[in-house]
């Protein structure tokens, strides 16, 4: 048993009869205000609002519940609050009640430090960053408080990096009031799409969807190692291709897939890490791609097909790698196929049939009507719950209690993406109010010019940086302005320039500091958010290597030749499979560490293009052949090994 800190008197504070009734009845209250924001009934019953008042009235109700039920110290047990917690739960939601009455006097006066304002905006800072602490650790609130600190001694930092320096007053004013602060974007999505998704996926868990798709993933691919990472892999990319939100599509596909992995025998880390990689590249999977596509067509002044085309071979890449490497985790965990005894009746599964008609209506009015992510979610959950109700599944119907206290368990799984999403607003607001973004731009075509290496690696982080927190949309179009020109007048194809910040900047999603995908599936997988983020990263090690591949061999994009693209593709497919079997450490048995080299330096052969640089063909076909030589070479050794055991 775990370690109570907190005392066992309520002498020492609040008892579980107490604190846990109020927490429940706050994170209900968050799901109503997020559903009621998602459905516009503020709007319906004429009441006028700043949309930034009801993304506090979300984090006024998020941080007390992080202050009632998490402790100070992490990896201890919660019985008794302490006073000091009741006070700061109150503090939180007192301060904030006081920005969301006094939002519209406040915010036309940010810059004009008035005490009213800016000590109000530091107190909610403050709260901020320590339950952010309390939820994910220290390190993004170290990073975030570098952030700030440079908002504050911005014009000491030597070089092109500095900035305007700002003051307390300004800053504090700015960063809780403004809207590319706490209450930013980031917040904007977390406060309604991510919690209308999440409340979606509680309510298909309660009805009894979830246990439906469970058994349709056992009946389907049961018989092979990983089954539901494959049916993960493969429904986040479907669902991510036509989603605009890389965050959406984890909250709306993970809140099923990832217990389904952590039941497969992989660690919660690695299960979220696999669902934020599978969602995010869904963005770059044709024939959707979100809606950045669409306005990649209109920048460039070419057809949509064109954009598609050139996609398809390195999202396919994407994925082939994503699934190779996630697989031989299973074959390395050793994840045996399901019994036969536990997958089950094709006729029980199919008494779940109906839950499909959600997913369906999902779709339908997301891409045929035009809804907004928001509403569909909350039609689709209407509808789980009424199908739920007159059908059942496997002989079960759910009870309009169990239903009910689906609203206070989505606001007490989402507390800490909101955290995560508000303190992000954080980082952005630095970027914006010092300066350090236009600086970062500059400072970019200034260091890379005429040294396409040295450009295509700043570009890169320019990217991720700039990319931190935004939706996909938002990414591109801040990126195809700032960074995709420098691209181009070094000679970089244009639609090679553009998919190149595209997938750098929604490589921000799974990148540490500020990973939003990453960071909403840990907190659907209760894992360490970082830990999450880092596992992801080598998850998807291939969207960080193919962007400069295309860009020095465009036939990876399908520009030149029939016979160089199909070579390319070839050649390439070869080559993530040789170096996700270097980074898992596995292929027919485990690898050494010399072994893995091997592999992995026959992979980057095969893997460069044959037209990337002069004689470039030459390492293709020994990367390939020396590659295939192992890959036999290893099964036939695994196979010797089984008949010595045997």
Known sequence: MLHNPDGKTALRGLSPAIWRPAANTLAACLTLVAVAWALG???????????????????????????????????????????????????????????????????????????????????????????????????????????????????????????????????????????????????????????????????????????????????????????????????????????????????????????????????????????????????????????????????????????????????????????????????????????????????????????????????????????????????????????????????KRPALGTIFASLHTTGAAVIEIILISAASGLVIGVLNVTGLSFNLTYALVQIGAGNMFALLGLSALVCIVLGMGLPTLGVYVLLAALVAPALIQVGVEPIAAHLYVLYFGMMSMITPPIAMAAFAAASIARAPAMATGFAAMRFGWLAYVIPVLFVFSPSLLMIGEGTHIALAALTAVIGVWLISAALAGYLADRLSLALRMAFAMFGAMALVPAGMFAGAIYSDIAGVCGGLALIGWNFARARRNVMKEA
Do not use: C
Request: proline fraction near 6%.
């Open 41 to 395: 009934v503020p709007r319906m019953l004429g009441i006028a609002y700043y949309p930034q008042q009801l993304m506090a009235v979300i984090l006024g109700l998020a941080m007390p519940v992080a202050y009632l039920a998490l402790p100070m110290r992490r990896g201890f047990a919660r019985e008794y609050v302490p006073w000091w917690d009741v006070g700061a739960a109150v503090a939180s939601m007192g301060v904030v009640a006081y920005v969301v009455v006094n939002y519209p006097d406040m915010v036309n006066f940010i810059f004009f430090r008035r005490p009213e304002i800016w000590i109000p905006g530091v107190v909610v800072i403050v709260l901020l960053l320590e339950a952010l602490r309390r939820a994910t650790g220290w390190a993004l609130v170290i990073i975030i408080s570098t952030f700030l600190a440079y908002a504050l001694f911005a014009n000491m930092v030597p070089g092109r990096l500095a900035g305007r320096q700002q003051s307390i007053e300004v800053l504090g004013g700015y960063m809780a009031l403004d809207s590319n602060g706490i209450l930013g974007i980031p917040m904007a999505v977390a406060a309604t799409v991510v919690v209308a998704f999440i409340l979606f996926g509680r309510l298909l868990e309660t009805t009894g969807g979830s246990q439906f798709f469970t058994d349709a993933a056992l009946l389907v691919m049961g018989r092979f190692r990983g089954g539901a990472m494959k049916i993960a892999v493969l429904a986040s990319g479907l669902f991510g291709s036509i989603s605009g939100s890389a965050v959406a599509n984890v909250a709306g596909t993970g809140v099923i897939t990832i217990p389904m992995i952590k039941r497969d025998g992989y660690p919660a880390h690695k299960a979220g890490a696999i669902e934020a990689v599978a969602s995010t590249g869904g963005q770059l999977m044709p024939p959707v791609m979100g809606a950045a596509a669409f306005l990649m067509a209109e920048f460039l002044a070419v057809p949509y097909t064109m954009i598609v085309m050139a996609a398809l071979i390195p999202a396919l890449l994407y994925y082939v790698a994503l699934f190779i490497q996630a697989d031989l985790e299973a074959a390395k965990l050793n994840i045996a196929p399901v019994p036969k005894s536990e997958i089950p009746a094709p006729r029980d599964v199919a008494s779940g049939v109906h839950f499909l008609f959600a997913f369906g209506l999902l779709i339908t009015m997301l891409f045929v009507f035009n809804w907004s992510p928001e509403k569909a979610a909350m039609l689709a959950a209407l509808s789980v719950v009424i199908s739920a109700l007159v059908f059942g599944y496997r002989r």
